[in-house]
């Protein structure tokens, strides 16, 4: 008698360890299958979320065009976006995190000096997208202080710093191989290195990366750089303000 109800004792023990095992197995599935679709949902940076993006707008690659121009107002808006969305970078770079964007080290510097601020006032900034061939250099590579000066003269404004993480948060259908350098004012690093930051997509996903921003760094005359389009006429042959602080003496 002893015997049997031992063993049954031992069975229902067996039995409720099961259900409980069973139960808390569903649970960390049903756990994993919340966080994934959670992340399926918010991210938008990876690869294949890039991919679907291209496919349903039907996102093609256009090469920027070489041909000089005269003015910035010959130079259509690429695109509009909207800063001064955030409360602070924190929560910029936060949202970054949240829809898979990866940030390199140096633009991750960038983003937490206190020399990047965001706008306090929501604002919509219209873009320009342009080679510096096409701000008429004809040299393999130019310098950066160059392409800002030639910039200003035709009527066009370096954009804020925000710029760079918002064009990356507000453009997840950026065709693979496209490298949009910010023209912007440089900011420091830590080390003291200027750092101009980079809007990206090199097959892996979507990234915000930094680069040299010396101004003697040389540039391709291909590359293609990002701009915000100025309200006001054009500038004199002479560059004017922080660019032409900017420029080598």
């Known amino acids: 008698m002893f015997t049997f109800g031992s063993r049954a004792r031992r069975a229902a023990r067996i039995d409720h360890s099961r259900r409980v095992c069973s139960y808390v197995l569903a649970s960390i599935f049903s756990a994993v299958c919340v966080i994934a679709f959670a992340s399926a949902a918010s991210a938008q940076c990876a690869a294949r979320d890039v991919l679907q993006n291209q496919l349903k707008l039907k996102t093609r690659s256009a090469p920027a065009s070489q041909q000089p121009i005269k003015a ?41 000096r206190p020399t990047f601020i965001v706008s306090s006032r929501k604002t919509h900034v219209e873009l320009v997208d342009l080679s510096p061939a096409q701000l008429g250099f004809t040299s393999d590579t130019v310098t950066l202080a160059s392409v800002y000066a030639r910039a200003q003269q035709l009527g066009l404004e370096l954009a804020v710093a925000e710029v760079g993480p918002q064009l990356r948060l507000q453009y997840f259908d950026q065709p693979i191989g496209e490298f949009l350098i910010i023209g912007m004012e440089p900011i ?18 979507l990234i915000l990366i930094g680069q040299d921003g010396r101004a003697e760094a040389d540039i391709s005359v291909t590359s293609r750089f990002i701009f915000a389009r100025s309200s006001r006429p054009a500038a004199g042959a002479e560059p004017t303000g922080s660019i032409a602080a900017f420029l080598p003496q």
């Not at 420091?188 to 996903?205: F, H, M, Q, Y």
């Open 72 to 112: 910035g107002r010959d130079v259509a808006t690429w695109k509009t976006i909207t800063i001064g969305t955030f409360a602070d970078s924190l929560a910029l770079r936060n949202e970054l995190d949240s829809k898979g964007c990866h940030v390199g080290g140096q633009a991750a510097e960038i983003l937490a």
């Open 188 to 205: 420091k690093t830590w080390s003291g290195e200027p750092i101009v930051l980079n809007v990206a997509n090199g097959g892996a996903g």
